[in-house]
């Protein structure tokens, strides 16, 4: 792809350009376009959720944004394996429901939370490149019967936008995955034009789909200063040092596991060793990818978010 129509990467742009409020078109779109109808972010909230910190489970949102209907939407980008994902997005969106609420306040007045996840490997097993999550309550014998609210109090529960009563899954919240590198389509659909951008950088000149338009003028490669343009070649250069890292670790580890377990010739054996192998081959590449980013001048932290190593072990390697 030219540089001259080279667009960044969303999660690039997420932590240094779409946090501006000025900037917020673009994730207005992404969110219209996964939602089915317009969402307005108001705001940009700029909590301890918002920053990185490897070590901290609890500070792993890229951003966080409220729209004019008060719901909280949090986009995250994800780029290592993490098996544990779905309990990931669960303690982020609970986090963002108990933050909102204080002692001795109603709870009428959480408001709902959209989880929208941005995934560079693969996760899951399904044949779709986008997944909904949604909660509902229906009849455990009466498969036909949903319930809904009937309380003395039901016109707090009255939605100001439509007029009509809220349903209960418009009240928890809702998950979205989109898993990028499932996606192989032709991109014909605004979530499949979204798709085509997330994978491959590319923006269609003649794109009406919410958002893109908005970031062919904001994301363009040339439009930074050539600082930001070394920056953001470093960045990609850790995200394949990331990848390199974790699929070579695999092949390694798979090889060198197998080779133990058959020596042996027992089930045990071939397990125990397939997950010794995995692991040995795993930490070995990650701590000879972080030599190679450590002596290319790159930060420890930035050495420690893609290879998982922490800052004392980085500290102690030779370059």
């Known amino acids: 792809m030219a540089e001259n129509s080279r667009y960044i990467r969303f999660d ?9 409020k000025a900037n917020k078109e673009v994730l207005e779109g992404l969110i219209t376009v996964l939602l089915g109808e317009p969402v307005t972010i108001t705001e940009i909230l700029e909590s301890e959720n918002n920053k990185y910190r490897f070590e901290d489970k609890t500070n792993r949102v890229d951003v966080k944004a409220k ?32 933050d909102q609420i204080g002692i001795g306040q109603d709870y009428c007045v959480i408001k709902k939370v959209y989880s929208i996840n941005i995934l560079y490997f693969e996760f899951g097993c399904g044949d779709d ?24 109090s039901e016109e707090k529960y009255i939605s100001k936008s439509t007029g009509r009563m809220t349903m209960p899954e418009e009240v928890f919240p809702e998950y979205f995955l989109l898993l990028v590198s499932h996606f192989n389509e032709v991109a014909k659909t605004p ?15 003649d794109t009406t789909t919410p958002g893109l338009q908005a970031a062919r003028e904001k994301l363009a490669f040339m439009s930074m200063s050539e600082a930001e343009r070394r920056a953001y070649r470093d960045f990609m250069v850790s995200v394949h040092v990331a990848e390199d890292n974790w699929n070579t670790a695999r092949s390694e580890g798979l090889a060198e596991g197998r080779a133990e377990g058959l020596a042996e010739g027992l089930a045990e054996g071939r397990a125990e060793g397939r997950a010794e192998g995995r692991a040995e081959g795993i930490e070995e ?3 000879e990818n972080a030599r190679k980013m450590k002596a290319d001048g790159m930060s420890t932290e930035l ?14 390697l030779k370059s």
Do not use: C, N
């Open 67 to 98: 729209t004019s209907d008060g719901e909280y939407i949090i986009v995250e980008v994800q780029l290592t394996k993490e098996y544990d994902f779905f309990q990931r997005i669960l303690f982020g969106s609970a986090t963002s429901i108990t």
């Open 285 to 287: 590449t990650r701590r």
């Open 12 to 20: 690039w742009a997420i932590k240094r350009i779409l946090r501006d």
């Open 129 to 152: 490149y986008a997944y909904h999550g949604v909660t509902t309550f229906r009849g455990m014998t009466k498969k036909d019967s949903v319930l809904r609210y009937k309380t003395p």
């Open 191 to 205: 979530i499949e034009e979204w798709m085509e951008y997330l994978k491959d950088g590319a923006i269609r000149e």
């Open 303 to 316: 050495i420690a978010k893609y290879t998982g190593l922490t800052i004392e072990e980085i500290d102690e």
